[in-house]
Antibody, heavy 119, light 110 residues
């Protein structure tokens, strides 16, 4: 079964760093794009960026460039913050592309990781 | 990149058909045939329902169909069922190489 399994929920304080993960299984991880999508409480979806696993090339949304770092190691993708803000509180989903083109849609979604940033 | 525009809510009775619109610009929907639709039930991750404007992934009911005209894409659900009640999001590839989503539409089955 093709699936993405994400790390557990996190509670952090403003200014702290965080790295959440997304483990892929059931498919050739290196042949696809892995993206990260944010959903703030009761709100819509926003794509932070994505990475092509085979060569680690990344594309970031202008809104999130410099705010987060997307990386990959073997069959696990990561989303990292160096200094969290309260406004980073949201559910973060990792997603797998349908094919190997950057235009391919997000076919498979992880279960989501809830990140809460509060003093 | 601004979010795509969707109606906040739509409703229909079982058996009826409904259509959800998604309006963008020539830099996203109008410029590419890379529109997708996702269904999200409360507390669950989104699920792909339509991709590349008109295509259904394996296992998705043919009651779901997509179309596009100019800068507006549409999702039509025919033969509404109670299980279709959910939030629906559209998305499009954009000229900035990033996917942009719509704000979401809550479908209520009366």
């Amino acid at each position: 079964e093709v699936q993405l399994v994400q790390s557990e929920a996190e509670v952090k304080k403003p200014g702290e760093s965080l790295k959440i993960s997304c483990l892929g299984s059931g498919f050739s991880f290196s042949s696809y794009w892995i993206g990260w999508v944010r959903q703030m409480s009761g709100k819509g979806l926003e794509c932070l960026g994505m990475i092509y696993v085979s060569d680690s090339s990344t594309i970031y949304s202008p809104s999130f460039q410099g705010q987060v770092t997307i990386s990959v190691d073997r069959s696990t993708a990561y989303l990292q913050w160096n200094s969290l803000k309260a406004s980073d509180t949201a559910i973060y989903y990792c997603v797998k592309s349908r094919g190997n083109a950057e235009t391919d849609t997000f076919e498979i979604w992880g279960q989501g990781t809830m990140v809460t940033v509060s003093s | 990149q601004s979010a795509l525009t969707q109606p906040a809510s739509v409703s229909g009775s079982p058996g009826q058909s409904i259509t959800i619109s998604c309006t963008g610009t020539s830099s996203d929907i109008g410029g590419y045939n890379y529109v997708s639709w996702f269904q999200q039930h409360p507390g669950k991750a989104p699920q792909l329902m339509i991709y590349d404007v008109i295509h259904r992934p394996s296992g998705i009911s043919n009651r779901f169909s997509g179309s596009k005209s100019g800068n507006t894409a549409s999702l039509t659900i025919s033969g509404l069922q109670a299980e279709d009640e959910a939030d629906y999001f559209c998305s499009s590839y954009t000229s900035t190489r990033i996917v942009v989503f719509g704000g979401g539409t809550k479908l209520t089955v009366l």
